[in-house]
């Protein structure tokens, strides 16, 4: 949230949400069926109730990753024989999409 205030005079505030696009449960239950799902993110665990609601039950979360952190975190899992896909949405997951199979 932000909060408005000039001096002593509050003005109100603005409330942030994501808004995840329609469909998005249904595409992760279909990919579960044949694919390990895990969810890393660089921000703070403030989504963890909305995303484990549209998310199946046995996906991993995890949080306030640095982009170093998920391109070890690829790397560990391809030391395993995994394949791994990876889905970005900013120029700080460049090195973990260049490292991930997909």
């Not at 449960?25 to 069926?33: G, I, N, R, W």
């Not at 790397?75 to 999409?97: F, I, P, T």
Request: no cysteine; net charge positive; charged share 25%.
């Amino acid at each position: 949230s932000l909060h408005i205030r000039i001096d002593s005079m509050y003005y109100g505030r603005f409330v942030f949400r994501n808004q995840y696009r329609d469909g998005l449960e249904k595409l992760f239950l279909s990919l579960s069926k044949k694919y390990q799902i895990k969810v890393l993110s660089g921000d703070n665990d403030g989504e963890r109730s909305n995303l484990e609601a549209i998310l199946p039950k046995n996906t991993e979360l995890i949080f306030n990753q640095k982009p170093e952190q998920k391109l070890e975190f690829i790397k560990r899992l391809q030391e395993k024989g995994q394949n791994v896909m990876m889905v970005g949405d900013g120029l700080n997951d460049a090195g973990a999409l260049a490292q991930s199979n997909v």
